[in-house]
């Protein structure tokens, strides 16, 4: 028997969007409705794969409801699958955890819950399908919930739903700690986990998946976010597939300035990189964070008209993408070009590699074999390329030029301090 599965977990229906009203311009309505078209989108993918089961792992909701509108949005949208013959599997995680939610609404029949008490087993006889597993009582959830869970039934496809960090994920609070060898050991064909907002393949043998969000909500939750559709075929799991269902892509695009010279040098770069991402986010509102780096002769412009860069920033922006591109910041990270010359007499790995750098430009010898090396190279590159005016020429002629801009990528690189996530 073929059937399809989708499994999908952290929908944080109606997360609360923090902050967004500080941004002018940003297009809050649109970002405050995402986690709800992305769960139209789920439910029309369930509809349009015919899946037999739509399995949740926890983090349906972001908290305690304000009112009862999120418990009835869920409701309707769920019932579109009854009608379609969908089953629904989920189960509380923290942030949706029993304690947590002090208000609730009765599940249609085709919604089941698996419990918080134990782990529970809910048996699809047409399938010839098992979904084991259990939610979180509390939040703050300690104990390795999967240690508990019961050995896979035989001949049958057996299903692990599990709200969890693994043994630890970064940015996750390790609730429910578990290893991976004790979900191998259940004998299970796919552990359904959840908790983890980054997409992750953990194991193919069994499956172990962290579907990731289905929609991003912020900055640090980046690129495509959505469910997993799996196929079950003959007792086994035939195949697994990531669908991307975000409605808004959020996105960190760094511009390296390292070769601008001025600000529309920046500039240039910049719209490149725009109309890349408009282009890879495919018809989504695209909110893109900007980073600008480099050591750079654009730095002091940079800094000094700092207005001026940001307002034609998003002016750029307008023009590339008009209403389906947001710039949620724009952080310039700049530092002066490379004092060269003070790199070369530092007594460091820095400095060697600098003085190296500098003493390969006079050595002919040096040049000419750099030059054979790359013939290899030159050789497999298509003709187009090393035709024109913008011609790439890699004879040893051409090797101080090259030798320059190797300079200034390298030692930028390595004398930078780097840079992290500040917030
Ligand atoms: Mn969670």
């Not at 039934?153 to 609730?175: C, F, K, M």
Request: charged share 30%.
């Amino acid at each position: 028997m073929r059937f399809k599965l989708v499994h999908a977990a952290d929908l944080h229906l109606d997360s609360p969007l923090r902050g967004l009203e500080r941004y002018a311009g940003a297009p809050a309505e649109r970002i405050r409705n995402a986690t709800r078209r992305a769960f139209d989108a789920l439910i029309e993918l369930c509809l349009e794969e015919e899946a037999r089961v739509l399995l949740l792992a926890g983090d349906l909701f972001d908290g305690d409801w304000k009112d009862y509108s999120s418990g009835l949005y869920l409701v309707q949208k769920l019932t579109r699958l009854r009608e379609a013959g969908v089953a629904v599997v989920w189960l509380r995680g923290n942030h949706d955890a029993e304690s947590r939610i002090r208000k609730s609404l009765t599940l249609p029949a085709h919604v089941r819950e698996l419990g918080v008490r134990k782990p529970e087993s809910i048996v699809f006889e047409e399938l010839g399908l098992v979904v084991h597993g259990q939610g979180y009582a509390t939040a703050d959830l300690r104990e390795d919930l999967a240690a508990r869970y019961p050995r896979a039934v035989d001949s049958a496809v057996n299903v692990g739903l599990l709200h969890t960090a693994l043994s630890g994920r970064a940015g996750h609070e390790p609730y429910a700690p578990c290893r991976l060898e004790t979900l191998v050991d259940r004998g299970y064909d796919y552990w359904a986990l959840g908790h983890v907002h980054q997409r992750e393949i953990v194991s193919i043998d069994p499956w172990v998946v962290f579907p990731g969000n289905l929609q991003g909500r912020h900055a640090r939750e980046t690129g495509p976010k959505g469910a997993t559709v799996v196929t079950v075929d003959a007792n086994r799991i035939a195949d697994v597939e990531a669908r991307a269902l975000d409605v808004v892509r959020w996105e960190v695009l760094e511009v390296d300035a390292t070769f601008a010279r001025t600000l529309e040098d920046v500039l240039d770069g910049l719209r490149a990189r725009l109309e890349a991402a408009v282009r890879a986010a495919d018809g989504r509102l695209l909110a893109a964070r900007l980073r600008v780096t480099g050591a750079t002769d654009a730095h002091a412009a940079l800094e000094r008209k700092r207005d001026h860069f940001t307002a034609e920033a998003r002016a750029l922006a307008l023009d590339v993408g008009g209403d389906d591109l947001w710039l949620e910041k724009i952080q310039v990270l700049t530092v002066p070009a490379l004092d060269l010359a003070a790199l070369r007499r530092r007594d460091d790995p820095v400095g060697q590699v600098a003085a190296a750098l500098a003493a390969l430009r006079t050595d002919r010898e040096a040049l000419e074999a750099l030059a054979a090396e790359l013939a290899e190279l030159r050789a497999k590159l298509p003709s187009e390329l090393l035709e024109g005016p913008d011609a790439i020429r890699l004879d040893a002629a051409a090797m101080p030029e090259l030798l320059d801009d190797v300079e200034r990528l390298l030692l930028s690189r390595l004398s930078l301090p780097s840079e992290e996530e500040t917030e």
